[in-house]
């Protein structure tokens, strides 16, 4: 920390539990505590159970938490692949061509996610390419939002990239094509590992382009929650919402412990 006395640092401690503690701990917490109750005490849940679980971990909930992690993955690979091919090639352009690419992959962060959704239910409701009412233009629609995200993250990484490296290997005769396999790709593995893990949970949670894409045999688990709650049933509701947290926890603490051993490759 910045603060070198002790009584800094207990100060500084102090006004971060008291900032996080309301502001970020306390809801996840309600909601842990709402999943294992049946009825509300007062300001608190109440009634032990785990019924809501038994339900959140089957049927049409484990279906929807099937459906989201398929669509994450698949977004993802998506998202990475192209964020990272135009990470590439930015870096060759200009400093003008550069932030128009720049603008261009902010464009769908700096609006609205609803507007997003409905501009691809638009673009892909009517031939040559017929998307609407299938699996496909949920992904595409998660694409879009998380793209940006892999590509300034790996762009900033390739700016901090020693040239030497490709520079050695251009020397020794090796092919663009093999440095980029070889040398530049490898060095930028940690970065990698870190946009895919942003971009999996980006989409685990996105809610409002999915509810106007989404077709009745293709929901995402927060769909469901949203159904769920407004259906009333807020406890299993809660659980599910436990259950999709737990889930995406899960994913990137395993992503980042590749990131890890990819850095101390």
């Known amino acids: 920390m910045l603060v070198h006395s002790k009584a800094g640092r207990w100060a500084a401690w102090c006004l971060f539990g008291l900032l996080f503690l309301p502001l970020f701990a306390l809801p996840l917490l309600v909601v842990v505590a709402a999943s294992f109750a049946t009825h509300w005490s007062g300001a608190l849940p109440s009634g032990p159970t785990t019924a809501s679980y038994a339900a959140a971990v089957r049927g049409e909930s484990l279906q929807a938490l099937t459906t989201s992690l398929v669509t994450a993955v698949a977004a993802s690979l998506l998202a990475l692949t192209v964020g990272t091919w135009a990470a590439l090639a930015g870096a060759a352009l200009e400093k003008r061509g550069k932030r128009l690419l720049d603008a261009l992959f902010m464009l769908p962060v700096a609006v609205p996610s609803v507007v997003v959704g409905l501009a691809v239910l638009v673009a892909f409701s009517r031939p040559p390419v017929l998307l609407n009412g299938t699996a496909p233009i949920v992904v595409l629609a998660h694409t879009v939002l998380v793209t940006a995200f892999a590509h300034q993250s790996v762009s900033a990484a390739i700016v901090r990239l020693d040239p030497a490296y490709e520079q050695a290997a251009a020397s020794l ?28 949970a980006l989409s685990m ?16 688990l927060p769909v469901r929650i ?20 737990a889930t995406t926890l899960l994913v990137l603490l395993a992503v980042s412990r590749v990131r890890t051993r990819a850095a101390y490759r």
């Not at 949670?205 to 995402?220: K, R």
């Not at 949203?226 to 299993?236: K, N």
């Open 226 to 245: 949203f159904t769920a709650t407004d259906r009333g049933s807020l406890f299993s509701g809660s659980a599910v919402a436990v259950v999709l947290m």
């Open 205 to 220: 949670g996105e809610l409002s382009a999915t509810m106007m894409l989404y077709p009745p045999d293709w929901m995402p």
């Open 173 to 200: 005769g090796a092919r663009p094509a093999y440095v980029l396999w070889r040398v530049r790709l490898p060095l930028l593995l940690p970065s990698l590992t870190a946009a895919a893990g942003l971009c999996f």
